[in-house]
């Protein structure tokens, strides 16, 4: 957000510390008071003046991008009611069996833990309650461009590319899609976004074939999530965050990848001091009011993030807490 002095109230002070620009993504837009990745929580969002809005992006049958966190639909969508009989063999609805069409008859809701089928987070938005689509990644782009226009603002992207090798094995080139919409929309030179992946060779392919200028963001995974073929624990070494800078700009690690406990109190460890020595940006996810370290308010939680562990900006389920925290 702005430049804020950092001053003590202290007199002789012979320097103050400079805030620098902290930058808050709408984590899945306004994820802790909508259901996530819905057209009307983007709009929330951007009313909140955050720097960036979040889309995951994943790919339909007929090509299409499409907004969602996972390439399933069956957490947070009616799927299963509406088309009982298009489940995989292992149970599940994959996003790139349907068409754009069917994916608008479905309706969004909150989310949901597959094995429990019970609410991830009970206290949010009302399940099932009002109508939310699944939007497309073309009408999350106009929504935004639409209301920076209206609102005389710049708030930027910060588009996601979904599972990039699911996707190739399905004959999907998913990165390829991404870029030309970007770029279709003007996002190559506007400095207004960032494109974030886990998988390092997706990132790669954007510098190298494509040739983007638009910053880039290694996502980092905690390996046993199997979320791509990466080795994650590697990243997180001083070797690691140095290739990481041959080919990204900033990294978006997990929280807990930043800090240990130890007899009760939260310690940073070396990760952010690393990236920043590779002349890494460090994007962590996500604060959420849900899950703050026990004993921590969000205020406690905010001033360690930004005054101690000095990341460059953060994902945030509830990011105009922390509009207003950096304000
Ligand atoms: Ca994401």
């Known amino acids: 957000m702005k430049l804020l002095l950092q001053c003590a109230a202290i007199l002789f002070i012979t320097s103050c510390a400079t805030k620098e620009q902290k930058e808050i993504i709408a984590h899945r837009s306004a994820s802790g008071y909508l259901p996530e990745h819905t057209l009307e929580g983007a709009a929330m969002a951007h009313a909140w003046g955050v720097d960036f809005i979040e889309p995951d992006v994943v790919m339909t049958k007929d090509n299409e991008l499409v907004i969602l966190h996972d390439h399933h639909l069956d957490t947070t969508t009616n799927v299963a009611k509406v088309f009982p009989n298009r489940a995989r063999k292992d149970g599940r609805y994959y996003v790139i069996d349907f068409s754009l069409k069917e994916l608008k008859t479905l309706k969004v809701h909150e989310r949901l833990d597959l094995s429990t089928k019970k609410r991830v987070f009970p206290e949010r938005f009302e399940f099932n309650k009002s109508r939310f689509e ?169 001033d360690f993030v930004f005054d101690e562990l000095e990341v460059d900006g953060i994902f945030s389920d509830y990011a105009d807490l922390v509009v207003k925290y950096l304000d």
Request: cysteine-free; hydrophobic content about 35%.
């Open 134 to 302: 699944i939007p497309t990644l073309t009408e999350f782009i106009e929504l935004v461009q639409g209301l920076n226009k209206t609102t005389k603002r710049n708030v930027g992207i910060y588009p996601e590319i979904k599972k990039p090798e699911f996707h190739l094995s399905e004959g999907k080139d998913i990165t390829k899609a991404v870029i030309t919409t970007l770029r279709n929309y003007g996002y190559e030179e506007s400095g207004n976004i960032y494109i974030q992946s886990f998988w390092p060779a997706t990132l790669k392919r954007l510098k190298t074939e494509f040739k983007t200028s638009i910053p880039l963001v290694q996502l980092i995974a905690s390996d046993s999530w199997n979320e791509s073929s990466a080795n994650y624990e590697e990243m997180l070494t001083k070797e690691g965050l140095k290739e990481i800078s041959t080919y990204a700009d900033a990294i978006g690690p997990w929280l807990n990848q930043l800090y240990v406990l130890k007899k009760g109190e939260i310690i940073p460890n070396n990760v952010v001091s690393n990236a920043h020595e590779a002349g890494l940006k460090v994007h962590p996810y996500t604060h959420r009011l849900e899950q703050l370290p026990k004993g921590m308010t969000n205020k406690m939680f905010l």
